[in-house]
């Protein structure tokens, strides 16, 4: 059994190929169109944020619950959050650009808008700053403490390792208090603030869990991809259908958030919460508003729901798809038409896109590689290796 992955040169060169594919797109972007290239920065540093978070959240349940199937597979979502310090270094570049996403950040607007001056003691740029510092600090402390203990777990005696073990479940519950709360705020930070007229109580919620969908699907997707190159040999069919069912569970769950939040709205009929919806109704939009709900909830939901199939590597990794496209065009449709408004996809989106995509990528094989791939000292380890129902 292979205990340590590695990061071939080819894989680096491509995933560096990509960075400055996505950092050139980023600069020739901002001499062409500001405001285009920033909102598609948040879009894609939200994106892959949002992976690193689900991923954290997904690991403090399975420590809290003292899940025993997981156990062996707990390296990735660590690997995962490595990419958090990254994220929070590139977030806070977004004070360069806030102009040009966030209506609030201009003084002549708020002066002649009742409701933006209202909301101008949570809504200016120091304090926003400043919570954006304090989320990130307390994400990455936390992701940190879990990750040291976790390493510290492969080279302890029999005596500490159940001591090492509840450290971490200890640090779990904190995070995942923290979490809640923390990425609530930020959903409503980075991204309803860009309607700063309109608001959601259900938008963190959904933000949430949309998070907690697609990172457990990332997490799946690096497993798979490390079992066709020999690791992992003991995956079987009960592994493939825990994760197969949590995207199935967590799509049902994303997808009734997003169409409580939308019901409501539509029922209530109220002009202050409709016009969020009355803009991403209008003719092009309206096919990413149905590709939105059906990549992220009919699909997975419809694909997944019989056992064979949930059990079918093939065709989870095709679902992981959809989603990767689904997570994309939610954001999309959630950022663009309150900042340039336009629906395009072009070098811009593109270039960003990859760009983040490598910078990822990079960050997490190099994580992988610098630890052993399953955890030996982790007390549930032989349940996961011989997991079955």
Avoid at 39 to 52: G, Q
Avoid at 170 to 199: E, G, N, P, Q
Avoid at 294 to 322: D, E, H, Y
Avoid at 324 to 347: A, E, H, K, S
Wanted: glycine fraction near 6%.
């Amino acid at each position: 059994m292979k205990e340590q992955s590695t990061v071939s040169t080819t894989f680096r060169i491509i995933s560096l190929t990509l960075i400055v594919i996505g950092a050139t797109s980023f600069l020739a972007g901002l001499f062409s169109d500001s405001q285009r290239t920033w909102a598609n920065y948040l879009i894609v540093n939200y994106y892959f944020l949002s992976l690193a978070m689900g991923a954290a959240f997904f690991y403090t349940l399975q420590s809290i619950s003292q899940s025993g199937w997981s156990s062996a597979f707990k390296r990735i979502p660590e690997a995962m959050m490595a990419y958090i310090p990254f994220a929070a270094v590139l977030f806070l570049l977004l004070y360069f650009g806030m102009h040009d996403i966030y209506h609030w950040t201009h003084s002549e607007a708020v002066a002649s808008d009742q409701v933006l001056q209202h909301k101008s003691a949570y809504l200016n740029t120091p304090f926003f700053i400043l919570r954006m510092v304090i989320c990130f600090a307390l994400w990455v402390l936390f992701t940190w403490l879990l990750r040291k203990t976790s390493l510290q777990e492969d080279h302890a005696g029999p005596d500490n390792i159940m001591v090492l073990f509840n450290k971490s479940e200890l640090y779990s519950k904190v995070f995942i208090f923290i979490f809640a709360i923390t990425f609530s705020f930020s959903a409503f930070d980075w991204i309803m603030s860009i309607d700063a007229h309109w608001y959601s109580t259900l938008f963190a919620l959904k933000n949430v869990v949309a998070a907690f969908l697609h990172g457990v699907s990332i997490i799946t997707l690096i497993v798979f991809i490390l079992f066709r190159r020999g690791y992992f040999p003991f995956l079987n069919k009960y592994h493939l259908h825990d994760f197969s069912r949590y995207i199935f569970m967590l799509s049902i769950v994303w997808g009734y958030f997003w169409f409580a939040q939308f019901m409501i709205i539509w029922y209530g009929n109220i002009p202050e919460e409709t016009v969020y919806y009355y803009v991403r109704w209008q003719e092009g939009w309206k096919v990413l508003f149905f590709l939105e709900i059906g990549l992220n909830w009919a699909l997975p939901f419809l694909i997944l729901l019989p056992v064979k199939t949930s059990r079918n590597i093939k065709v989870i990794t095709v679902v992981i798809l959809f989603l990767i496209i689904g997570q994309y065009i939610d954001l999309f449709v959630q950022i663009v038409p309150g900042t340039t408004g336009l629906l395009r996809f072009g070098w811009i989106e593109a270039g960003m896109l990859l760009g983040f995509a490598g910078l990822f990528a990079l960050i997490v094989a190099t994580a992988l590689s610098k630890a052993k791939l399953i955890p030996p000292g982790h007390p549930y380890l032989e349940e996961s290796l011989n997991h079955k129902f």
